[in-house]
């Protein structure tokens, strides 16, 4: 019996040797999932934080865009008018170089030519 005893012993040493290192074991995993768990916490808030930023700039972004819009519509809209305005110069010139043409010959003395006879 006493070899028996023995054997129970044994086994009853290696279980708890067995026990202890799956204790082990365990305690070291759940260090590693406090770490991991951590680690997510601090990459959440992260993304949390560029998203917040993110949001901010796109929201910068489309006032911008909006107002650099706005800028070529404004620019698009007075380089029109003043290609207006410098066509009717020229049309006004053009006219004005006519009429005064046309004064012109209107008031220069009669040049008619008595065929070479001056009396």
Same mark, same amino acid.
């Given at each position: 019996?006493?070899?028996?005893?023995?054997?129970? !012993?044994?086994?009853?040493? *290696?279980?708890?040797?067995?026990?202890? %290192?799956?204790? =082990?074991?365990? @305690?070291? +995993?759940? /260090?590693?999932? !406090?770490?991991?768990?951590? *680690?997510?916490?601090?990459?959440?808030? %992260?993304?949390? =934080?560029?998203? @917040?930023? +993110?949001? /901010?700039?796109?929201?910068?972004?489309?006032?911008?865009?909006?107002?650099?819009?706005?800028?070529?519509?404004?620019?698009? @809209?007075?380089?029109?008018?003043?290609?207006?305005?410098?066509?009717?110069?020229?049309?006004?010139?053009?006219?004005?170089?006519?009429?005064?043409?046309?004064?012109?010959?209107?008031?220069?003395?009669?040049?008619?030519?008595?065929?070479?006879?001056?009396?």
């Amino acid at each position: 019996m006493t070899q028996q005893g023995a054997a129970l !012993q044994n086994y009853n040493n *290696e279980l708890v040797k067995c026990i202890e %290192e799956l204790c =082990q074991k365990r @305690e070291e +995993l759940c /260090r590693q999932i !406090q770490e991991e768990e951590d *680690e997510k916490q601090r990459l959440q808030n %992260e993304v949390r =934080q560029l998203t @917040e930023k +993110l949001a /901010r700039v796109n929201e910068n972004l489309a006032r911008k865009i909006a107002s650099r819009n706005e800028f070529d519509r404004t620019i698009a @809209e007075t380089e029109a008018a003043y290609l207006k305005i410098l066509e009717s110069s020229q049309t006004l010139l053009s006219v004005l170089k006519r009429e005064a043409g046309n004064l012109t010959k209107a008031t220069a003395p009669d040049q008619k030519s008595s065929g070479g006879r001056d009396s």
